[in-house]
């Protein structure tokens, strides 16, 4: 069963500017140090582009987690793909 949104991810070109914008704009506070990736197989076909690389970091405000990366945008692997979209839904167990 679907409880909610877990979190939603924004993509940005610059990550320090935008992880600024949310923590002055909104409240948000980095929940840890962040993530980044390149050379990873798996996340290449977790994100369906080769090559893909990308730095971010998950803000939390209260109940709200934002996620907010640096993915440099490139053709998906597969056709009929339009690029890696984040989104994260929060489920429960029980029926």
Do not use: Q
């Not at 993530?35 to 798996?42: K, L, N, T």
Request: hydrophobic residues 45%; glycine residues 10%.
């Amino acid at each position: 069963m679907i409880r909610g949104i877990h979190h939603v991810g924004v993509n940005c070109r610059d990550l320090a500017r935008m992880t600024r914008f949310y923590c002055e704009a909104f409240g948000f506070a980095p929940v840890d140090e962040g993530f980044g990736w390149a050379d990873e197989p798996v996340m290449d076909r977790i994100v369906d582009v080769a090559g893909s690389a990308a730095k971010g970091v998950m803000l939390r405000a209260g109940s709200a987690i934002s996620n907010c990366s640096s993915i440099p945008l490139r053709l998906p692997t597969s056709p009929g793909r339009s690029g890696p979209t984040i989104a994260a839904i929060r489920i429960s167990a029980s029926m």
